[in-house]
């Protein structure tokens, strides 16, 4: 049963790191085709908090032996290709604030389907990271969705 709850906990930090990773990926790839200086200022907000988050899932792993690996290199040159593909045809404020609750849409369902998979006796650091980068994200949402 520990290596299962191991096992768990391990997936539950790659999961709050990969989901960093790519909100961090999606931003800087959304700011160079942005020109609207409100929308750069919260986008440059957003990637710091998401480097926050990123750096104390690394430092988590760390203290507790585990590995974190990169997203999928191909995963994010999709993403990649999909984002400057969109921003090419239309960078205004509004359509990169439906790409951006898109995204924040997608990360708080995969953070919340890692968390309800969780053990109740998993590890409790861990699980408070995951409920607040969930926070961060809900915020995130009902910030892009006032630029709608």
Do not use: C
Not at 20 to 43: F, G, K
Not at 104 to 128: F, Q, Y
């Amino acid at each position: 049963m520990e290596n299962q709850v191991r096992k768990q906990t391990e997936e539950a930090l790659a999961e709050i790191y990969r989901n960093a990773q790519l909100a961090l990926q999606s931003i800087s790839n959304i700011l160079p085709a942005t020109e609207d200086t409100e929308v750069r200022d919260l986008l440059t907000a957003q990637h710091e908090e998401y480097e926050r988050f990123s750096a104390k899932a690394s430092m988590l792993a760390k203290d507790k032996g585990l590995e974190l690996k990169e997203p999928n290199p191909m995963k994010k040159a999709m993403m990649w290709g999909s984002i400057k593909m969109s921003t090419l045809t239309d960078n205004s404020r509004s359509h990169i604030a439906d790409m951006m609750v898109q995204g924040t849409v997608m990360g708080v369902t995969s953070l919340r389907t890692t968390m309800n998979d969780l053990a109740a006796d998993g590890d409790e650091e861990i699980k408070s990271l995951m409920r607040e980068m969930i926070e961060a994200e809900e915020k995130f949402e009902k910030t892009w969705k006032e630029y709608l």
